[in-house]
T-cell receptor, first 109, second 115 residues
Framework: AQRVTQPEKLLSVFKGAPVELKCNYS??????LFWYVQYSRQRLQLLLR??SRESIKGFTADLNKGETSFHLKKPFAQEEDSAMYYC???????????FGQGTTLQVKP | NAGVTQTPKFQVLKTGQSMTLQCAQD?????MSWYRQDPGMGLRLIHY???????DQGEVPNGYNVSRSTTEDFPLRLLSAAPSQTSVYFC??????????????FGPGTRLTVL
């Protein structure tokens, strides 16, 4: 079964602290994984995708197939990073995108 | 381009009423989908479509119907609204269902309350 789990509903850190938002997945094939972000009063938008191995706004995420994880990391959190973050898994067979429960990141000044 | 548009932005229904949430995109995207967003549940896929005339069920399809008569439009119909369908509904589209790692673009959402 295709499943994405984000164990933390809320992650609260101080500005300048490191951030790690956890994501674990279950998928029988070769996974395509994404992180989406929803800032307050804005649309959900793509943050990064594992296939690009990119760093966006200081965030990175590495796919660990052994641990079936795709954790999102940033070494120094900024207040503008406060948002809801969703991890998502795309089925290569059907194309459908399944999301995790989401983690609210709160960066305090 | 307007991107993905949704109407209405807000809607209040009584139990048993029916309505259609509209979704349109002007990017010639093949793939379109509907999600509902609930606190603690994240985004759950209701229905999706890989092209005109083709639809399939997602995780939570019960109580909802969809059709895809054109590439641009993907309406979501609530047949007989129930309080459990109170939620925020998002429509999304992407270039192709099978192209690797294509981004999904989301609409602004429709906030639905069923009394």
């Amino acid at each position: 079964a295709q499943r994405v789990t984000q164990p933390e509903k809320l992650l609260s850190v101080f500005k300048g602290a490191p951030v790690e938002l956890k994501c674990n997945y279950s998928y029988s094939g070769s996974p395509e994984l994404f992180w989406y972000v929803q800032y307050s009063r804005q649309r959900l938008q793509l943050l990064l995708r594992h296939i690009s191995r990119e760093s966006i706004k200081g965030f990175t995420a590495d796919l660990n197939k052994g641990e079936t994880s795709f954790h999102l990391k940033k070494p120094f959190a900024q207040e503008e990073d406060s948002a809801m973050y969703y991890c998502a898994l795309r089925s290569s067979n059907t194309g459908k995108l399944i999301f995790g429960q989401g983690t609210t990141l709160q960066v305090k000044p | 381009n307007a991107g993905v548009t949704q109407t209405p932005k807000f809607q209040v229904l009584k139990t048993g009423q029916s309505m259609t949430l509209q979704c349109a995109q002007d990017m010639n995207h093949e793939y379109m989908s509907w999600y509902r967003q609930d606190p603690g549940m994240g985004l759950r896929l209701i229905h999706y479509s890989v092209g005109a005339g083709i639809t399939d069920q997602g995780e939570v399809p019960n109580g909802y119907n969809v059709s895809r008569s054109t590439t641009e439009d993907f309406p979501l119909r609530l047949l007989s609204a129930a309080p459990s369908q109170t939620s925020v509904y998002f429509c999304a589209s992407s270039y192709s269902a099978l192209a690797v790692a294509h981004e999904q673009f989301f609409g602004p959402g429709t906030r639905l309350t069923v009394l």
